[in-house]
């Protein structure tokens, strides 16, 4: 009898269409199943029906920015890896950021995207 391999759930939260659009496929192509929101409220409120594995954060958003958000979802999951994504590297000093588990400058390339959340899932068993 073979075990069957449960998929690892992952959240993607961008406003941005094409990152989300981007993020999902890659991530699927990779075996994991993939929801998106495209905002902070949207995100939190998936938080509690999809109970995703992983959530990737972008931190310039209108209304509820990235940053909010961790701060909201680690209040009620604090061992959830969640993984910052912002095209500005300058927030990787903001004290904020250290709440999240990785950060990662935006690109087309989603190769250390991908590597990270495995890395993650690896650590975590």
């Known amino acids: ?3 069957e391999k449960i998929m690892k759930k992952i959240l993607v939260v961008d406003d ?6 981007l993020y999902k496929m890659e991530l699927e192509d990779a075996g994991y199943q993939v ?5 902070g409220s949207q ?3 998936k938080m509690e029906t999809f109970q ?4 990737t954060l972008d931190i310039k958003m209108p209304g509820m920015s990235g940053l ?3 701060a909201e979802i680690r209040k009620n999951y604090k ?3 969640i993984i910052l994504c912002s095209a500005y590297g300058e927030y990787k000093q903001d004290f904020s950021c250290w709440a999240s588990d990785a950060y990662i400058v935006k690109s087309s390339n989603v190769e250390e995207l991908v590597d ?6 690896e650590e975590r068993g």
């Not at 941005?16 to 659009?21: C, D």
């Open 35 to 39: 929801e998106t929101a495209d905002s």
């Open 43 to 45: 995100a939190l409120k």
């Open 116 to 121: 990270t959340i495995q890395r993650l899932f």
């Open 79 to 81: 061992n959830l890896p």
């Open 68 to 70: 909010e958000v961790l």
């Open 52 to 55: 995703p594995d992983l959530v």
């Open 16 to 21: 941005e269409e094409a990152i989300r659009s």
């Open 1 to 3: 009898m073979t075990e």
